[in-house]
């Protein structure tokens, strides 16, 4: 079994960024890429930041934040990938962009290394598929942001194998996470399929007018003891990204059930997506 010693992270957004940082602070060698070198450079400029309020809070010491910042190398593209134990693939949530990262991942990477993709919904099997390995690619979905969240989802597509599964679980472990097996690639795994249901039934009590944006949320966290309410974490995670993940949900079911609300379409063609652009569901200063 291959032991995972340097994990490449292509994609260096919310979600990329973190889960680099997680695996730093895990004693990985780290490899951040995207297409472009500054966005890499603002993912590590928040882990500083995040560090230093670690250090404040008592949490880490100056040293483990100057060793956790030395293991990671910063670059663009693939480069640096060759020698990597395992790669996630953090990059947006496009299967046709995915797709062709894949087919390149696949070419550059040595090849026992895992292939692991942070896909909030699409098929692994598909993008299994545009490898030669389709045994050592697996889902592994961390969830927002991956530095506080204490889950991984583990997903098998049709041909991963049992050792890619205890290797991937064993990774997420060892960066302090806990995981669950999702055993079949069926879209939107398992956290998603249920966010998402009750995500549709908030904006619907909204468009029919049965309580506001401000009171659904409310509900949420003070009936059912959530942490947040639904259009909280959406603009949270990303108003496209929720988007995305139903879209691909109504495009595998055509059931009308996923199909994207209305006032949601409107948020997106307004660009309104959430925190990261100062407006989503609720108004923020930017
Ligand atoms: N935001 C969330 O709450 C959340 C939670 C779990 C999983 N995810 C999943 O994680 C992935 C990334 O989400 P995010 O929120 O970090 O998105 P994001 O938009 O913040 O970051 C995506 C990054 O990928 C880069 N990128 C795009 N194409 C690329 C390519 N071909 N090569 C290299 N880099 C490329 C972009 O420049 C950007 O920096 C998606 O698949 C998403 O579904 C998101």
Same mark, same amino acid.
């Given at each position: 079994?291959v032991?995972? @010693?340097?994990?490449?992270?292509?994609g260096?957004?919310?979600?990329?960024?973190g889960i680099?940082?997680v695996?730093? !602070?895990?004693g %990985?060698?780290?490899?951040l890429?995207?297409?472009?070198?500054?966005?890499?450079?603002?993912?590590?400029?928040?882990?500083n930041?995040?560090?230093?309020?670690?250090?404040? @809070?008592?949490?880490m010491t100056?040293? !483990?934040?100057?060793?956790?910042?030395?293991r990671?190398?910063?670059?663009?593209?693939?480069?640096?990938?060759?020698?990597?134990?395992?790669?996630?693939?953090?990059?947006?949530?496009d299967?046709e962009?995915?797709?062709?990262a &894949?087919?390149e991942?696949d070419?550059?990477?040595?090849?026992?290394?895992i292939l692991?993709?942070?896909?909030?919904s699409m098929?692994?099997?598909?993008?299994?598929?545009?490898?030669?390995r389709?045994?050592q690619?697996?889902?592994?979905?961390?969830?927002?942001p991956?530095? $506080?969240?204490k889950?991984v989802?583990?997903?098998r597509g %049709? %041909?991963?194998?049992?050792d890619?599964?205890?290797?991937?679980?064993?990774?997420a472990?060892?960066?302090?996470?806990?995981?669950?097996?999702?055993?079949k690639d069926?879209?939107? &795994?398992?956290?998603?399929?249920?966010? $998402?249901?009750?995500y549709?039934?908030?904006?619907?009590?909204?468009?029919?007018?049965?309580?506001?944006?401000?009171?659904?949320?409310?509900?949420l966290?003070?009936?059912?003891?959530?942490?947040m309410? !639904?259009?909280e974490l959406?603009? &949270?995670g990303g108003?496209?990204?929720? %988007?995305?993940?139903?879209?691909y949900?109504?495009q595998?079911?055509?059931?009308? $059930?996923?199909?994207?609300? !209305?006032?949601?379409?409107a948020?997106?063609?307004?660009?309104?997506?959430?925190r990261?652009?100062?407006?989503?569901?609720f108004d923020y200063?930017?």
């Open positions: 079994m032991e995972i @010693k340097k994990i490449a992270v292509l260096a957004g919310a979600m990329g960024g680099a940082q695996a730093a !602070q895990s %990985y060698d780290v490899v890429s995207d297409v472009d070198i500054k966005y890499v450079n603002n993912a590590v400029d928040r882990m930041a995040f560090w230093q309020k670690s250090i404040e @809070k008592g949490k100056a040293e !483990q934040k100057e060793k956790a910042l030395g990671i190398k910063c670059t663009s593209g693939f480069s640096d990938f060759s020698d990597a134990d395992m790669v996630i693939e953090v990059i947006i949530e299967l962009a995915k797709k062709a &894949f087919r991942l070419s550059v990477c040595k090849p026992e290394a692991a993709t942070n896909t909030s098929s692994i099997t598909v993008l299994a598929n545009e490898t030669k389709q045994s690619v697996i889902g592994m979905h961390f969830f927002n991956p530095s $506080l969240m889950l989802e583990i997903i %049709y %041909y991963t194998s049992d890619t599964v205890e290797i991937a679980s064993a990774v472990k060892s960066m302090g996470k806990i995981t669950i097996e999702v055993k069926y879209p939107g &795994f398992v956290v998603n399929r249920l966010m $998402l249901i009750q549709i039934e908030a904006i619907k009590l909204v468009e029919e007018g049965v309580a506001t944006l401000e009171d659904v949320d409310t509900a966290k003070l009936g059912l003891n959530h942490p309410g !639904q259009f959406q603009d &949270f108003v496209d990204i929720g %988007y995305h993940v139903l879209n949900l109504y595998e079911h055509k059931d009308p $059930l996923w199909n994207p609300p !209305q006032s949601l379409k948020l997106i063609r307004a660009g309104r997506f959430g990261k652009t100062g407006a989503g569901w200063e930017k």
